[in-house]
């Protein structure tokens, strides 16, 4: 009576992490007048990427994050969209 659904039932595979790429660039500092590498962690909406897409550490992500957030308050960036 065991029925299998739609999906396999073996075991999954673990994922393999993304390199975080500020390691391999050796960046120690994100700036946050550096729009071009911020503008790599934000998608076409404007939205910053989460750490499981780019690859990064939380450290590093913390400080993308914060980057982000201060480049838009000064106008560098836009809060959304593609300007």
């Not at 992490?17 to 503008?39: C, G, M, Q, T």
């Not at 450290?59 to 300007?83: D, E, H, Y």
């Amino acid at each position: 009576m065991n029925k299998k659904s739609g999906r396999d039932s073996g075991l999954a595979m673990p994922k393999r992490r993304k390199s975080d790429p500020l390691v391999a660039a050796k960046i120690e500092f994100v700036d946050y007048k550096d729009v071009n590498l911020l503008r790599k962690f934000l998608s076409e909406s404007g939205k910053i990427l989460p750490a499981r897409i780019t690859g990064t550490s939380r450290t590093n992500q913390r400080m993308i994050t914060k980057a982000i957030k201060r480049a838009r308050a000064i106008g560098l960036l836009p809060f959304s969209g593609n300007s």
